[in-house]
């Protein structure tokens, strides 16, 4: 069964999807918000003292404990053998190479730049939704996309005037963004037939194992770590991780891949006010100017449909 194929019979069966559980996964999407919005200050905060490789391990490692806690609680069912390569394909890009080199950049660029910057995400998600989930190129889908690459783009000019490392961070957020497209759009199949509870853990734990290299790393930094980096660090496995990747997946099942992508943009605004209040950051003034642009391709975006073969019935 092709892609396209399996991602059409997806639509149908989330066409079928009562009020209740839409209303619901509308208040997933905003706890994914907020939580994803609060890991871009916990990794700058946490990143002082740990390495990138080693705070990818902890979050991971303390994630799929939570995540699994969650999974057996409610003895949820495996993935069938036919989802291995997905899984595999999600974990490593979305868990494993994402955190990385996110936590790569953030030691060069401040939280709500990065978060602006990772903003352009939902660009490459919706590209790829459109090619290989069937979900099409609706006119202002794309007219929202370039709005909110236009954005992007004037962050990363006024990232760059800050000095080659600055630009070098930029250079590396967007890498991120790719990573968490591509993870985004394996793992949207497997949602229409796996609880989304599994599909995260099993995720998560393909991305810890990805990290383990970076375990002896992790006992040295944890050494010489003071508590406030280490809490940090737990907290981004519990609720970044664990619960807001959980609701991401519950709010994935039930909608359009692309135009649920593009709610993310409401990640930098929440950001920008969390570094300011917590860890004093605050982006260049140009880079706002990107940050508006970027909120205004939301709008339009989610305006967007999907062609009228796979749209949802309301």
């Given amino acids: ?27 997933a999407t905003i706890v994914t918000v907020v939580l994803w919005a609060s890991a871009f ?12 490789g080693s705070l990818s391990l902890a979050r991971l490692l303390v994630g799929s404990v939570a995540l699994g806690t969650f999974v057996l609680i409610r003895r949820d069912p495996l993935p069938r053998r036919r989802d291995v390569l997905g899984l595999v394909i999600c974990g490593l890009l979305w868990f494993g190479l994402y955190n990385i080199v996110l936590n ?25 939704s459109g090619l290989l989930l069937g979900e ?64 995260t ?22 050494g010489r770590a003071d508590a406030g980096s280490l809490a940090w660090a737990v907290y981004l496995g519990v609720f970044p991780t664990a619960i807001g990747f959980s609701c ?3 709010a994935l099942a039930r909608t359009n891949a692309g135009r649920l992508g593009a709610t993310t943009y409401a990640v930098p605004p929440v950001a920008i006010v969390l570094g300011w209040l917590f860890l004093g950051d605050v982006p260049p003034l140009l880079a706002f100017a990107g940050g508006v642009l970027c909120l205004g391709g939301v709008a339009v975006m989610r305006g967007a449909r999907p062609p009228r073969v796979l749209r949802l019935r309301r």
């Avoid at 069964?1 to 509308?26: F, K, Y």
């Avoid at 790569?104 to 790829?128: C, H, K, N, W, Y």
């Avoid at 006119?139 to 690459?149: H, K, N, Q, T």
């Fill in 1 to 27: 069964m092709s892609v396209t194929t399996a991602a059409a019979q997806e639509q149908t069966v989330a066409s079928d999807v009562p009020g209740s559980e839409r209303r619901l996964a509308i208040m």
């Fill in 41 to 52: 200050v916990g990794i700058r905060a946490a990143g002082r003292v740990l390495s990138p």
């Fill in 104 to 128: 790569q950049a953030e030691r060069l660029v401040d939280a709500g730049t990065a978060s602006m910057l990772v903003g352009i995400g939902p660009v490459f998600l919706a590209v790829l």
């Fill in 136 to 199: 099409g190129f609706p006119r202002r889908l794309l007219l929202g996309c370039a709005i909110a690459l236009t954005g992007s783009v004037v962050i990363g000019v006024a990232t760059s005037a800050h000095g080659l490392q600055s630009g070098l961070g930029a250079a590396l957020c967007i890498a991120a963004a790719a990573a968490y497209a591509g993870g985004v759009t394996a793992e949207k199949p497997l949602l229409s037939h796996n609880s989304a509870f599994t599909i």
């Fill in 201 to 222: 853990w099993l995720a998560c734990c393909v991305g810890a194992i990805a990290c383990l290299p970076f375990a002896p790393q992790l006992i040295h930094d944890v």
């Fill in 248 to 250: 991401w997946a519950y």
